[in-house]
């Protein structure tokens, strides 16, 4: 049956001086316990606790009399014999005993612990599988919020003034999980506790203005395994996500079960929902008091209207927040095996977008064709001729190695290579997504490429009928 007992000041027995029994008081401590050691010698770490009397060294000998007193017991040693003394001793007197690593001789089990004090997560397999506790602790700890323990204890402080305000226990619920998935939590995430005890204080006076929020979160070029952890733990306190087309399958699914998805995505030259219209149903959503995802790959504020879409937030005032995500060049070019930079190779990288408004300034293309640089060019297959046709007559060299990534980071990922004169047909028929990659380090692809087959541009065509 699972307890959690309180230690503070309380007397705990712990019988051994050794590495395990200090692994043990060093937890005991952190509860607050009161810890006496019973050992013939103490570790040097347990000597200098019982030095500056932050433990209390009770006797080199055990003596049933010293569990008279106590509330539980641990023994630690390596003494078979004498831990089963411990044990019978302690059973004898109704006291919590725990044998390290003997789980017949336990009336209690240290749990393993996910500290986000005040607030306590346990996972134990009952003894028959600690490991697999610990891996279970681990993925958990990943999981959960650092700021689980402030929002846990602000949420203590505010507990008595709720209940006088709302007098049922289903609208005391109600509020706190509205608290705890929306604005408050973030701000708290953020790091801002007084803004979020405001929240809380208007909730409480204005109980009918409810204040979503819009979160932009990256997710990545592809790769479930790239998105942040806290991107992650966004999604699950959606109430709604908006997509786009770039947002993966395996990603989706990790959004939480009951959140609205919508998709609002693009494609060059076949916008599936107008920009104003994204714009605007994000803002009508929050405007409900939803939590507001809008997911877009890889990183929201490289070449992915993010910052537009926040203006927009802004103007309404709406409250906002950014989960960035891996950027495309970064995580397309990194499972393809090509460093953006190398010594040897290129001192700069720069990201060019391939699709821009009609109504912009030109290109640099001399600065763009300058040697001993990477480009990274986005939505650029569409334009594939013209960028090899002007870089090359702006000065960079055609024989300068080029390769197209598609579908980077993903497990049907395809990475083409070739020269600047060949980037036209290297791009024409590779499968969407692509990303455009130009420079010297391009020639590394060979030497380090370490995710899926690839394959050189003489036989990509071939591995295009192969994926279909």
Same mark, same amino acid.
């Given at each position: 049956?699972?307890? *959690? &007992?309180?230690? /503070?000041?309380?007397?705990?027995?712990?019988?051994?001086?050794?590495?395990?029994?200090? #692994? !043990?008081?060093?937890?005991?401590?952190?509860?607050?316990?009161?810890?006496?050691?019973?050992?013939?010698?103490?570790?040097?770490?347990?000597?200098?606790?019982?030095?500056?009397?932050?433990?209390?060294?009770?006797?080199?000998?055990?003596?049933?009399?010293?569990?008279?007193?106590?509330?539980?017991?641990?023994?630690?040693?390596?003494?078979?014999?004498?831990?089963?003394?411990?044990?019978?001793?302690?059973?004898? #007197?109704?006291?919590?005993?725990?044998?390290?690593?003997?789980?017949? =001789?336990?009336?209690?089990?240290?749990?393993?612990?996910?500290?986000?004090?005040?607030?306590?997560?346990?996972?134990?397999?009952?003894?028959?599988?600690?490991?697999?506790?610990?891996? =279970?602790?681990?993925?958990?700890?990943?999981?959960?919020?650092?700021?689980?323990? !402030?929002?846990?204890?602000?949420?203590?402080?505010?507990?008595?003034?709720?209940?006088?305000?709302?007098?049922?226990?289903?609208? #005391?619920? #109600?509020?706190?999980?509205?608290?705890?998935?929306?604005?408050?939590?973030?701000?708290? @995430?953020?790091?801002?506790?007084?803004? &979020?005890?405001?929240?809380?204080?208007?909730?409480?006076?204005?109980?009918?203005?409810?204040?979503?929020?819009?979160? $932009?979160?990256? @997710?990545?070029?592809?790769?479930?395994?790239? +998105?942040? $952890?806290?991107? $992650?733990?966004?999604?699950?306190?959606?109430?709604?996500? *908006?997509?786009?087309?770039?947002?993966?399958?395996?990603?989706?699914? +990790?959004?939480?079960?009951?959140?609205? =998805?919508?998709?609002?995505?693009?494609?060059?030259?076949?916008?599936?929902?107008?920009?104003?219209?994204?714009?605007?149903?994000?803002?009508?959503?929050?405007?409900?008091?939803?939590?507001?995802?809008?997911? /877009?790959?890889?990183?929201?504020?490289?070449?992915?209207?993010?910052?537009?879409?926040?203006?927009?937030?802004?103007?309404?005032?709406? %409250?906002?927040?950014?989960?960035?995500?891996?950027?495309?060049?970064?995580?397309?070019?990194?499972?393809?095996?090509? %460093? =953006?930079?190398?010594?040897?190779?290129?001192?700069?990288?720069?990201?060019?977008?391939?699709?821009?408004?009609?109504?912009?300034?030109?290109?640099?293309?001399?600065? $763009?064709?300058?040697?001993?640089?990477?480009? @990274?060019?986005?939505?650029?297959?569409?334009? @594939?001729?013209?960028?090899?046709?002007?870089?090359?007559?702006?000065?960079?060299?055609?024989?300068? %190695?080029?390769?197209?990534?598609?579908?980077?980071?993903?497990?049907?990922?395809?990475?083409?290579?070739?020269?600047?004169?060949?980037?036209?047909?290297?791009?024409?028929?590779?499968?969407?997504?692509?990303?455009?990659?130009?420079?010297?380090?391009?020639?590394?692809?060979?030497?380090?490429?370490?995710?899926?087959?690839?394959?050189?541009?003489?036989?990509?065509?071939?591995?295009?009928?192969?994926?279909?």
């Amino acid at each position: 049956m699972p307890l *959690f &007992a309180v230690l /503070k000041d309380r007397p705990v027995l712990v019988v051994g001086g050794g590495e395990i029994a200090s #692994r !043990k008081i060093t937890f005991l401590r952190r509860a607050g316990a009161n810890v006496q050691v019973v050992a013939a010698r103490l570790d040097p770490e347990l000597a200098v606790l019982a030095e500056q009397q932050h433990i209390h060294w009770l006797a080199t000998a055990f003596a049933e009399a010293q569990l008279d007193s106590v509330f539980l017991v641990i023994a630690a040693t390596n003494d078979s014999e004498l831990n089963q003394r411990v044990f019978a001793a302690a059973n004898a #007197r109704h006291r919590l005993v725990n044998v390290v690593d003997n789980q017949p =001789l336990c009336s209690f089990i240290f749990p393993s612990i996910v500290d986000r004090s005040p607030l306590l997560v346990a996972v134990s397999s009952g003894g028959n599988a600690p490991v697999l506790a610990r891996l =279970l602790r681990e993925k958990l700890e990943a999981l959960l919020p650092k700021d689980l323990g !402030k929002m846990a204890a602000v949420a203590g402080r505010w507990r008595e003034r709720i209940k006088t305000h709302l007098h049922s226990t289903a609208e #005391r619920r #109600r509020f706190w999980e509205r608290a705890f998935r929306g604005r408050f939590a973030s701000l708290m @995430a953020a790091g801002n506790s007084q803004a &979020a005890e405001q929240v809380l204080e208007d909730a409480l006076a204005h109980p009918e203005r409810e204040q979503g929020e819009i979160i $932009l979160v990256g @997710a990545g070029p592809g790769d479930a395994g790239l +998105l942040t $952890l806290r991107g $992650l733990q966004v999604l699950q306190q959606a109430d709604v996500v *908006f997509y786009d087309h770039l947002v993966t399958d395996e990603i989706r699914e +990790l959004v939480l079960r009951d959140a609205e =998805l919508i998709c609002v995505g693009k494609r060059a030259g076949k916008h599936a929902v107008p920009q104003h219209e994204t714009n605007q149903m994000l803002i009508a959503a929050a405007r409900e008091g939803k939590t507001v995802v809008r997911l /877009k790959g890889g990183d929201p504020f490289i070449f992915g209207r993010g910052g537009e879409e926040l203006q927009a937030a802004a103007a309404a005032g709406i %409250p906002f927040q950014v989960v960035p995500g891996v950027t495309a060049a970064s995580g397309a070019t990194a499972y393809a095996g090509i %460093p =953006l930079t190398h010594r040897e190779h290129a001192q700069s990288v720069t990201f060019v977008t391939g699709h821009y408004k009609p109504d912009s300034a030109p290109f640099d293309w001399a600065q $763009l064709a300058q040697s001993r640089q990477t480009l @990274a060019i986005y939505m650029g297959t569409m334009k @594939a001729a013209e960028i090899s046709d002007q870089l090359i007559r702006h000065g960079r060299d055609q024989h300068t %190695p080029v390769a197209v990534i598609s579908r980077g980071t993903r497990a049907d990922q395809n990475v083409s290579t070739g020269t600047l004169q060949q980037l036209e047909n290297l791009a024409k028929e590779a499968p969407m997504p692509a990303l455009l990659v130009i420079g010297e380090v391009v020639n590394l692809h060979h030497q380090l490429a370490w995710f899926q087959h690839t394959t050189g541009a003489e036989d990509f065509r071939a591995s295009v009928v192969n994926l279909a």
